[in-house]
C-alpha cells in the first residue's frame, strides 16, 4: 500500500494527516505519531476527534498488527487503542479504521522499521563537556520564523522576557564553534511548542509534546540538527518536562480524564518542600502539595498516578529518542513529579536504551536529599529512583560562595569546596553527577564572580579536572555577564553576539572576540580579554577530551586554611595535579605535604602552557591563579 504526505524519517515515516483530508477533519491527534518494530515499550495510541468514543476500531494493512484493547476515557472525545505489534510484523503503512455502524472512515498510522544498534545506543558520561544552549538567545539561522501566524507571542528582540528568534538553524550554523570549544554534547532548553501569550521563549510551558515550535524550526529540522551534530563529534541531549504543561496545551480545553492533571477548588502552588519524598515525619498533605501543586499559574500539574498519563509520557520520551536519534535526555523539576511513577518511567526508558543516560534536575543544597534521587543508592525507606544521573547543585552552590570572596575565615574561602566533596561518600554513583558553575536558572557564574577574569578561570579549570560531568552555559567560556541583573532570568539569558544578523560585536569569531571591548552588559573589558578568556577554556576542554584519569580517576585532596585547595586526579598510570590559590597574595606550593600521592610523579607538563615543569616547595602561585600539571606515575 502506498499513501501519499508521508514524511520521510530514519526511524520511521510520520504521516501527514493533511494527506487524507476525510480523517483530517474527524480526527484532531493520533499520538504517538508512528511507531516501530521491534520495541520493549508496549504502544497504547492517543486518539482525539469529536465524539471518537463512540466508535470501534480496528487496524488495516500489512500483517503482525492488532489492537487489542480499546480504553475510553472521561471524555467523549479520546479513544487509548493498545496495539501489539508481532516481532516479525510488516513495516510499513497502516490504517486505523473508524465505525459505529454506519459510518466508517480511517486514519493512516506507520509502523517503521529501527535503525540497527538503536537500543544500543551510547549516552553522555564523564568523558564529555555539555554544553548548554537557551535557543532562543544563540543565533538566529532563520529570521523568517521569528514569529508565525499559528503561535501566541510574535518575536521582540529588545524585550528581556520576550522571543529574540533563535532558533534550530542558528544552533546548526555554529556546530564548529561548539566543537572547536571542546563541547561533545549539546543540551539544548526545550523546543517544543511553548504556546504561551508571553515568556513562552523558554519553552518550559509545553502547549504540544510531538511537534517542535515552529519558532524554532520543525520535527525534520530538529532531527537533522542532530544528525549533524553526531557527524561533529557532538551528542544531543534533549531537555524535557514530565511535571507540567503550558496552560495553552491543546489537551487543557478537553482533559480526556478529569484527573489528567491536578485540579484544586482554587489556584494552588507547589510549596516546593522536596524533603517530603524522604523525610519521615512528614504530612500526607505537604507531600501532597508537593507532587500535586501547580509550579506556577500557567504550568498545571501533571498527575502521573494517572496510568494513562504515565504511559503518555513514557512513550513520548521514547518516541523522540527513536525519532530523532537522541543521546539524552535531562528531565526539569524532577522532584517535583510524584516519585513512584517517575521510577517507573525512568525503568522504561533503560529498558529500551540500556546504555542511555537521564540526569535530573533535583534542586537542593542537601547533601542527603540530593543522593536520594540517584539511581540505585541505598535509601532507609527502600525507594529506587532508577534515575541514572543528577546535577550537583550542592557543588555549584559551594563554588558560588567559595570563589568570590578573600576571607579566610573557619569554613570560608575554598575550604567549602573541599568541604562539599568530602561528602562524596554518600553518592551512589560519582560518575552520574552533573557538575556545572550556573545555568539557565541561576546568575552567569561571570556576575557572581564579580566580572572577575581570574576567578573565572579558576573556576574552568575546576570544570575541567573534577569528578562528574561537566556542563557550561552559553557564554560561560567567555564570562558573559547578564545585561541587567534586576531584571533577574530575562537579564542573564543573554543573547550571543554575532548570532543575529546586524551585530557589532559578533563572539563566535576568533576575530571578534580579539578586537571586543566590551561584554554582553554594553560595559568596558581589556581588548583580548574575551579572547584570552575562550581560549583559555578551550585548552582545557580540548585537552580533557582525551584524559582517561579525568574521566575516570580518583580523588584525593588536601585541606588548607589560607584560600587555597589543591588536588589530585589519578589512576595507576596518570595524574593531574590542581593548585588553586584563590588569595590576594602569592602562595608556595605545600608540595611536600602532599607526598603520599607526588612521590614518584614524572615528567610534568603544564596543561596551559605546555610547558615542562616541576613543582617543588619553592613552586610559587600567584594571586587568584590556578596550576594544572599533568604527570605520569
Known amino acids: 500500500m502506498s499513501i501519499a504526505g508521508i514524511i520521510s524519517c530514519s526511524g520511521g515515516p510520520v504521516f501527514d494527516p493533511s494527506s487524507t483530508p476525510d480523517a483530517g477533519t474527524r480526527i484532531e491527534r493520533v499520538e504517538p505519531l508512528s511507531w516501530w518494530v521491534g520495541m520493549n515499550t508496549p504502544l497504547q495510541i492517543l486518539v482525539k476527534g469529536e465524539g471518537i468514543s463512540g466508535y470501534d476500531v480496528k487496524i488495516e494493512g500489512g500483517s503482525g498488527v492488532k489492537i487489542k484493547q480499546i480504553h475510553k476515557a472521561d471524555s467523549p472525545n479520546y479513544l487509548f487503542l493498545d496495539v501489539l505489534i508481532a516481532p516479525d510484523a510488516v513495516t510499513g503503512d497502516y490504517w486505523l479504521v473508524f465505525s459505529n455502524g454506519s459510518d466508517t472512515f480511517k486514519y493512516p498510522y506507520t509502523i517503521g522499521q529501527r535503525q540497527a544498534g538503536s537500543a544500543e545506543r551510547k549516552s553522555f558520561t564523564t568523558a564529555d563537556m555539555i554544553y548548554l544552549i537557551m535557543p532562543d538567545r544563540f543565533a538566529n539561522g ?66 504540544d509534546y510531538y511537534h517542535i515550535d515552529p519558532r524554532f524550526g520543525s520535527n525534520e529540522q530538529y532531527r537533522e540538527f542532530v544528525g549533524k551534530a553526531h557527524s561533529k563529534g557532538l551528542k544531543v541531549i534533549m531537555d524535557i518536562v514530565t511535571n507540567h504543561c503550558g496552560t495553552a496545551h491543546w489537551w487543557m480545553n478537553d482533559l480526556p480524564f478529569k484527573d489528567w492533571i491536578h485540579v484544586f477548588p482554587e489556584y494552588t502552588g507547589t510549596n516546593v518542600c522536596f524533603s517530603t519524598n524522604m523525610d519521615p515525619n512528614a504530612s500526607a498533605y505537604d507531600l501532597n502539595l508537593q507532587e500535586s501543586g501547580w509550579f506556577v499559574p500557567s504550568m498545571p500539574d501533571m498527575n502521573l498516578d494517572n496510568p494513562f498519563v504515565l504511559n503518555y509520557f513514557r512513550q513520548w520520551a521514547i518516541w523522540w529518542i527513536e525519532y530523532s536519534g537522541l543521546d539524552g535526555f535531562r528531565v526539569d523539576t524532577y522532584p517535583y513529579n510524584e516519585k513512584g511513577p517517575m521510577s517507573r518511567w525512568c525503568e522504561a526508558v533503560m ?28 535509601n532507609k525507606d527502600g525507594f529506587d529512583s532508577h534515575l541514572p544521573s543528577i546535577m550537583d547543585f550542592p557543588l555549584q552552590e559551594a563554588i558560588w560562595k567559595a570563589l568570590p570572596t578573600d576571607s579566610q575565615a573557619w569554613g570560608e574561602g575554598m575550604t567549602r569546596i573541599y568541604d562539599c566533596l568530602s561528602h562524596d561518600f554518600v553518592y551512589h554513583d560519582l560518575s552520574k553527577m552533573m557538575i556545572f558553575p550556573g545555568n539557565h536558572d541561576t546568575d552567569r557564574i561571570g556576575d557572581v564572580l564579580r566580572h572577575n577574569p581570574d576567578r573565572h578561570r579558576i573556576v574552568m579549570a575546576m570544570m575541567a579536572t573534577m569528578r562528574g560531568i561537566p556542563q557550561i552555559f552559553y557564554g560561560d567560556e567567555m564570562m558573559f555577564v547578564s545585561k541587567d541583573k534586576s531584571q533577574g532570568h530575562g537579564g542573564l539569558r543573554v543573547d ?25 552588559d554594553g560595559k568596558p573589558v581589556p581588548q583580548g580579554q574575551i579572547a ?101 606515575r
Open 351 to 378: 529498558a529500551e536504551y540500556p546504555d542511555f543516560n537521564i540526569v535530573g534536575e533535583c534542586w537542593t543544597s542537601s547533601i542527603p536529599q540530593l543522593a536520594y534521587w540517584q539511581g540505585g543508592n541505598e
Open 496 to 520: 550571543f553576539p554575532g548570532g543575529w544578523d546586524g551585530d557589532e560585536l559578533d563572539f563566535f569569531s576568533a576575530e571578534g572576540r580579539a578586537r571586543a571591548s566590551v561584554n554582553t
Open 532 to 632: 584570552e578568556l575562550h581560549d583559555f577554556t578551550r585548552k582545557l576542554f580540548q585537552w580533557r577530551k582525551e584524559k582517561e584519569v579525568i574521566h575516570s580517576g580518583k580523588t584525593m585532596h588536601f585541606l588548607s586554611r589560607d584560600n587555597t585547595y589543591a588536588y589530585f586526579r589519578y589512576n595507576d598510570t596518570d595524574a593531574v595535579f590542581v593548585y588553586i590559590n584563590n588569595s590576594r597574595g602569592k602562595k608556595h606550593v605545600p608540595w611536600s605535604h602532599y607526598a603520599e600521592i607526588a612521590d614518584g610523579l614524572h615528567d610534568g607538563r603544564n596543561v596551559i602552557t605546555g610547558e615542562a615543569v616541576t613543582v617543588t616547595d619553592s613552586t610559587v602561585v600567584g594571586p587568584r591563579q590556578v596550576l594544572v600539571v599533568e604527570y605520569k
Open 142 to 207: 532563520d529570521p523568517s520564523n521569528d514569529s508565525t501566524p499559528d503561535t501566541a507571542e510574535k518575536a521582540a528582540r529588545e524585550e528581556f522576557f520576550g522571543r529574540h528568534g533563535g532558533d534550530i538553524q542558528g544552533i546548526i550554523d555554529h556546530l564548529d564553534y561548539i566543537a572547536d570549544l571542546g563541547a561533545t554534547a549539546i543540551w539544548n532548553t526545550p523546543l517544543l511548542l511553548d504556546n504561551e501569550p508571553e515568556g513562552s521563549y523558554h519553552g518550559y510551558a509545553c502547549a
